[in-house]
């Protein structure tokens, strides 16, 4: 236990230290120092200080709380399902929610947030439903179920934006991630949800350590595993569905950072589930700062530098280790 409070302090010091660097970095130079005094409220209306609390800051937050999610996500799914190549996005979340968010695009709504957080939720349930067999879930019907969902769901998608082809653009784009349209209003919803999803997470964790082992073994200790099935997917579920929600399809981060985290702590959830929040805050913090700074004026979809960065990662890593 503290290895893993040790490996967490760490992570978060170091995500402070590397978020305060990234608010140096962008199209205008601005000094730390200018920086430090301007986060202590010191010149208010400036240029400088609106692109640091209007722009730079509310991204750098949401990547943090959008990477904490899919790092969530992808360790309660991996422990659930027993699985190290579980990611988030295998049942079909995301295509539910890019349905959404397309239907969204090219209806001309501007906030397309609800949308896509309904989309992916119908996703959810319908696989949920559709898995279920005499009051039990199946945990290998319901990942073939997520992902012939997810193909189907993706196909719909590339319909809509073939027959609205004006509106291509803007789905492909944001089908690849983007952090530029962030606000502190859904940063405060975001952070709540976050914070709450993690304490309901870390309540069960020993639980689901138990269940791990089989369902079996964990009903014979006491532990209802077709309540834990259900609580830990709706709660992956609901994650996934507010990250690519706020931020559209940024993948690789709920597959990579627990595989790579789980190295450090072990398979221990109370000790994992705080370790993957962070080091997927940092992981999509990096790719974020990289994604609008690499080709200035201009910027990349973050999703294409998490998928860069990602799969060579995962490759290594599943390598190393057999």
């Given at each position: 236990?503290?290895?893993?409070?040790?490996?967490?302090?760490?992570?978060?010091?170091?995500?402070?230290?590397?978020?305060?660097?990234?608010?140096?970095?962008?199209?205008?130079?601005?000094?730390?120092?200018?920086?430090?005094?301007?986060?202590?409220?010191?010149?208010?209306?400036?240029?400088?200080?609106?692109?640091?609390?209007?722009?730079?800051?509310?991204?750098?937050?949401?990547?943090?709380i959008v990477g904490a999610m899919l790092g969530i996500s992808g360790a309660v799914l991996q422990s659930l399902f027993r699985n190290s190549l579980v990611d988030p996005f295998i049942t079909?979340?995301?295509?539910?929610?890019?349905?959404?968010?397309?239907?969204?695009?090219?209806?001309?709504?501007?906030?397309?947030?609800?949308?896509?957080?309904?989309?992916?939720?119908?996703?959810?349930?319908?696989?949920?439903?559709?898995?279920?067999?005499?009051?039990?879930?199946?945990?290998?019907?319901?990942?073939?179920?997520?992902?012939?969902?997810?193909?189907?769901?993706?196909?719909?998608?590339?319909?809509?934006?073939?027959?609205?082809?004006?509106?291509?653009?803007?789905?492909?784009?944001?089908?690849?991630?983007?952090?530029?349209?962030?606000?502190?209003?859904?940063?405060?919803?975001?952070?709540?949800?976050?914070?709450?999803?993690?304490?309901?997470?870390?309540?069960?964790?020993?639980?689901?350590?138990?269940?791990?082992?089989?369902?079996?073994?964990?009903?014979?200790?006491?532990?209802?595993?077709?309540?834990?099935?259900?609580?830990?997917?709706?709660?992956?579920?609901?994650?996934?569905?507010?990250?690519?929600?706020?931020?559209?399809?940024?993948?690789?981060?709920?597959?990579?950072?627990?595989?790579?985290?789980?190295?450090?702590?072990?398979?221990?959830?109370?000790?994992?589930?705080?370790?993957?929040?962070?080091?997927?805050?940092?992981?999509?913090?990096?790719?974020?700062?990289?994604?609008?700074?690499?080709?200035?004026?201009?910027?990349?979809?973050?999703?294409?530098?998490?998928?860069?960065?990602?799969?060579?990662?995962?490759?290594?890593?599943?390598?190393?280790?057999?």
């Open positions: 236990m503290k290895k893993g409070i040790l490996i967490s302090l760490i992570m978060a010091g170091v995500l402070v230290i590397f978020a305060g660097v990234a608010l140096c970095f962008g199209s205008a130079k601005i000094s730390f120092m200018d920086i430090v005094s301007i986060l202590g409220g010191a010149g208010y209306g400036t240029p400088d200080y609106m692109i640091i609390t209007g722009l730079r800051l509310p991204r750098i937050i949401l990547a943090v079909g979340i995301s295509s539910g929610a890019a349905l959404g968010a397309s239907i969204g695009i090219i209806s001309g709504l501007t906030f397309i947030i609800a949308p896509a957080f309904a989309g992916a939720m119908l996703a959810v349930f319908f696989v949920y439903g559709v898995s279920i067999k005499e009051g039990r879930v199946n945990s290998s019907r319901l990942l073939l179920t997520g992902v012939m969902t997810g193909t189907m769901l993706s196909s719909l998608v590339m319909l809509l934006s073939a027959v609205n082809s004006r509106d291509i653009v803007k789905v492909i784009y944001w089908l690849m991630g983007d952090l530029s349209a962030s606000d502190y209003t859904q940063i405060k919803f975001a952070a709540i949800l976050l914070i709450a999803a993690l304490g309901a997470a870390m309540f069960y964790a020993n639980d689901l350590n138990i269940m791990s082992s089989g369902e079996e073994t964990a009903s014979t200790l006491g532990v209802n595993a077709e309540f834990l099935k259900l609580f830990y997917f709706i709660l992956a579920s609901i994650l996934t569905a507010a990250a690519v929600s706020l931020s559209g399809v940024i993948g690789f981060i709920g597959l990579v950072v627990p595989h790579a985290v789980r190295k450090f702590t072990g398979p221990d959830l109370r000790l994992l589930l705080p370790a993957c929040a962070f080091s997927g805050a940092l992981f999509l913090l990096l790719c974020d700062t990289a994604a609008r700074t690499a080709f200035l004026p201009g910027e990349l979809p973050v999703g294409v530098i998490t998928g860069l960065i990602g799969a060579p990662v995962f490759i290594i890593l599943a390598r190393r280790g057999k």
